[in-house]
């Protein structure tokens, strides 16, 4: 890889930005989207939260989610990475973002010689932003390409300087109730602008009801936050509390589910 090559693969949302004003800041937040539309759906409601305090918030979009559905086949791979990276840049302006990183990868891409690469990429983002929270699929998902994207971040988190940082993982093909601390966060007030973002990805939109999903899913996670307690929200996101991954070098994400799975059995299903 060539060096300093992942700086070409920023897109500031307002023209004019550079990549240089942000680095250094505090409070940068970072969301790692393993397709242009994965931040927002995991995160959408955060991001727009932390923007309204100031906060630079950024998306790095690992593939160029070029493989996805279409009901026009005659739409071509390279037609489609291109729509979707403007679909990705209208919604980070929604949702009140900087900018996105499109690192236009293949998810077949994100193993062996490539996937060092995309490491690479990732920690030299990261240790340009220097974020205080950086949001990541969960070990959770059913997808393989959500699952190669965690394991690459979290390398590059572990191979990047240290810095007061915060670790989250966000769920959408798939989700466990497990021991480990769950974090769940009021949405409701920017609610509205995460489904208009999610709903800017009009490509996805065309062939999956994406923008009513995540709205019943986070519906959903507010009403079945606490088991016994009054509701205290409309719409909430849940996370995974990820940021053991940093202190503990040779955690790997195996080892961390069965911790997550034993604390749960042994917190509901005691001998």
């Known amino acids: 890889m060539k060096d300093n090559a992942w700086r070409q693969k920023f897109v500031a949302v307002?023209?004019?930005?550079?990549?240089?004003?942000?680095?250094?800041?505090?409070?940068?937040?970072?969301?790692?989207?393993?397709?242009?539309?994965?931040?927002?759906?995991?995160?959408?409601?955060t991001m727009a939260l932390a923007s309204e305090k100031g906060q630079n918030v950024f998306a790095v979009y690992v593939t160029d989610g070029r493989g996805s559905p279409r009901k026009n086949l005659r739409i071509t791979d390279e037609e489609t990475a291109a729509r979707r990276q403007q679909e990705a840049l209208s919604s980070l302006r929604t949702?009140?973002?900087?900018?996105?990183?499109?690192?236009?990868?293949?998810?077949?891409?994100?193993?062996?010689?490539?996937?060092?690469?995309?490491r690479e990429?990732?920690?030299?983002?990261?240790?340009?932003?220097?974020?205080?929270?950086?949001?990541?699929?969960?070990?959770?998902?059913?997808?393989?390409?959500?699952?190669?994207?965690?394991?690459?971040?979290?390398?590059?988190?572990?191979?990047?300087?240290?810095?007061?940082?915060?670790?989250?993982?966000?769920?959408?093909?798939?989700?466990?109730?497990?021991?480990?601390?769950?974090?769940?966060?009021?949405?409701?007030?920017?609610?509205?602008r995460k489904v208009e973002a999610v709903a800017a990805h009009a490509s996805q939109i065309e062939y999956k009801d994406y923008h009513q999903g995540i709205l019943g899913k986070n519906n959903y996670e507010a009403v079945f936050w606490e088991s016994h307690e009054v509701q205290k929200a409309s719409f909430v996101e849940v996370f995974l509390n990820m940021t053991e991954f940093l202190p503990r070098k040779d955690l790997s994400v195996r080892t961390f589910i069965r911790e997550d799975l034993d604390q749960f059995l042994e917190s509901y299903l005691p001998l």
């Open 14 to 45: 307002q023209e004019g930005n550079s990549l240089e004003e942000f680095g250094g800041r505090t409070g940068n937040l970072v969301v790692v989207s393993p397709h242009p539309d994965d931040d927002v759906l995991g995160a959408g409601g």
């Open 95 to 118: 949702i009140g973002g900087a900018g996105g990183f499109f690192l236009r990868r293949q998810s077949r891409e994100l193993a062996g010689r490539n996937g060092i690469e995309v």
């Open 121 to 192: 990429e990732i920690r030299e983002i990261l240790e340009r932003l220097r974020p205080a929270e950086i949001y990541l699929p969960a070990p959770y998902e059913r997808h393989r390409t959500h699952q190669a994207c965690t394991a690459l971040t979290i390398d590059a988190l572990r191979a990047a300087g240290e810095w007061p940082l915060k670790v989250f993982g966000y769920g959408l093909w798939g989700t466990f109730w497990g021991g480990k601390e769950r974090v769940a966060r009021d949405v409701g007030a920017v609610i509205r």
